[in-house]
């Protein structure tokens, strides 16, 4: 039985400790440029399909998502393109190809209003994360609008005008306190 640790919290056993490890979010690729190219509007997480030695690259910490997008074809399912899992080390003739498409599990209603948006003008889907959850790999992908030249800019300016704010405060804290 498993002692009382502060507030009514249980003490974790070994096995429960592996469990929550197991079941945590293992990040594999960002894509960071996204966040900067794209207005993020709406993030949906998506299964994907994958062959036995993708997935062993993946636990390999090997992918990236630098210049993938997700294409909604005219049967209504997703493809995620452009997505590069490099080739398994340890793998023979059954080995896949680098970039090749691959079909994203997703439900027909998320599907429906992904393509809807997409219909519409200067709307596209990127995918902003790879990474493993209980054991299946799964992508975040996102319902995102092109930015301007002018939009990042801006964009770039306010986080540095935050950051400075952020500093002053910090500065006029550890004078008050002295």
Same mark, same amino acid.
């Given at each position: 039985?498993?002692? &009382?640790?502060?507030?009514?919290? #249980? #003490?974790?056993?070994?096995?429960?400790? =592996? &469990?929550?490890? !197991?079941?945590?979010?293992?990040?594999?690729?960002?894509? +960071?440029? %996204?966040?900067?190219? *794209?207005?993020?509007?709406?993030?949906?997480e998506?299964?994907? !399909?994958?062959?036995?030695?993708?997935? /062993?690259?993946?636990?390999?910490?090997?992918?990236?998502?630098?210049?993938?997008?997700?294409?909604i074809?005219?049967?209504?399912?997703?493809?995620?393109?452009? =997505?590069?899992? @490099?080739?398994?080390?340890?793998?023979?003739?059954?080995?896949?190809? @680098?970039?090749? #498409?691959? +079909?994203?599990?997703?439900?027909r209603?998320?599907?429906? /209003?992904? !393509?809807? +948006?997409?219909?519409a +003008?200067?709307?596209t889907?990127? @995918?902003?994360?790879? *990474?493993?959850? $209980?054991?299946? %790999? /799964?992508?975040?992908?996102?319902? =995102?609008?092109? &930015?301007?030249?002018?939009? /990042? $800019?801006?964009?770039?300016? $306010?986080?540095? =005008?935050?950051?400075?704010?952020?500093?002053?405060?910090?500065?006029a $804290?550890?004078?008050?306190?002295?």
């Amino acid at each position: 039985m498993a002692q &009382k640790k502060g507030a009514g919290q #249980k #003490k974790l056993t070994q096995a429960q400790k =592996a &469990k929550e490890a !197991s079941d945590a979010k293992h990040v594999i690729a960002r894509n +960071k440029k %996204a966040r900067h190219d *794209y207005t993020i509007e709406d993030t949906f997480e998506a299964g994907l !399909s994958l062959t036995g030695t993708e997935v /062993k690259a993946l636990r390999m910490g090997r992918a990236s998502l630098v210049d993938s997008w997700v294409e909604i074809d005219r049967n209504g399912e997703g493809w995620l393109q452009g =997505a590069n899992i @490099p080739i398994y080390a340890m793998g023979t003739w059954t080995n896949h190809a @680098p970039t090749r #498409k691959r +079909k994203l599990l997703l439900h027909r209603e998320e599907l429906r /209003k992904l !393509s809807q +948006k997409v219909a519409a +003008k200067g709307y596209t889907i990127v @995918p902003l994360e790879l *990474y493993f959850l $209980r054991g299946r %790999a /799964k992508v975040e992908i996102a319902l =995102a609008q092109g &930015k301007q030249e002018w939009d /990042k $800019r801006e964009t770039l300016r $306010r986080r540095e =005008a935050n950051r400075e704010a952020e500093r002053a405060m910090a500065a006029a $804290r550890r004078r008050t306190r002295i």
